[in-house]
């Protein structure tokens, strides 16, 4: 006689249990849709890199103007660079992008070529989310593969980066392992970023406008 009311005591801490989680249906502790969708365009976003990361010279920066190209050679140069930069993460921590850029360039008509190959590894790299302080490390990195493209000083055509690999996430009581396999495309004619892929098992499509 007591089965019935043992069984109906059970649905009902079930369904308060339910009413502890998100909206979505998601419990709190886990990487969400949104989450995803933020940290894949932050991640990308990071990872932009410039000529000066890779240790070129000022006539290969971009916007360079006439003044700049008196002095330098006329001559194409062959491109070939180890190099490594530190980001500082939004909420402390930081990410380390270490690697080769090859291609080539040529200082009279600032036209640049570059393909660079890298591993990016987060060091408690914190970022905030609407569910609090998100923290990554690498696990151990993320594999970086990037195409520059520039024509008379300027960005010229889609530039692409692709990220490969894993990452340990902790927030407030919680704590996981990701996958990321992101591809993404920036167009500097109106200075959108798109990012695409998988990430941490949530399938991720955002395009954000950069400054």
């Known amino acids: 006689m007591l089965r019935k009311p043992l069984l109906l005591c059970t649905a009902g801490f079930l369904v308060a249990l339910a009413a502890c989680q998100d909206s979505t249906g998601l419990s709190s502790l886990e990487i969400t849709q949104d989450d995803a969708n933020q940290l894949a365009a932050d991640m990308d976003a990071m990872s932009a890199l410039g000529t000066s990361d890779f240790g070129l010279g000022p006539s290969f920066s971009l916007n360079l103007g ?3 190209s008196a002095s330098v050679s006329v001559a194409p140069v062959t491109i070939d660079n180890q190099f490594s930069v530190t980001r500082q993460c939004p909420k402390g921590g930081q990410v380390v992008i270490a690697g080769r850029t090859t291609g080539t360039g040529d200082r009279a008509t600032h036209d640049l070529e570059l393909h660079t190959v890298a591993t990016k590894t987060d060091v408690n790299c914190a970022f905030e989310t609407r569910r609090g302080i998100l923290t990554l490390n690498g ?46 495309s920036f167009d500097p004619a109106t200075r959108t970023a798109t990012v695409t892929g998988t990430f941490c098992g949530r399938t991720v499509n955002v395009s954000r406008t950069r400054g």
């Open 66 to 68: 006439e003044s700049g």
């Open 139 to 184: 696990n151990p990195n993320i594999a970086f593969d990037g195409q520059m493209k520039m024509v008379a000083g300027q960005l010229s055509g889609l530039q692409t980066q692709t990220h490969k690999g894993s990452f340990t996430w902790a927030r407030n009581d919680a704590s996981g392992t990701c996958d990321v396999d992101l591809s993404s």
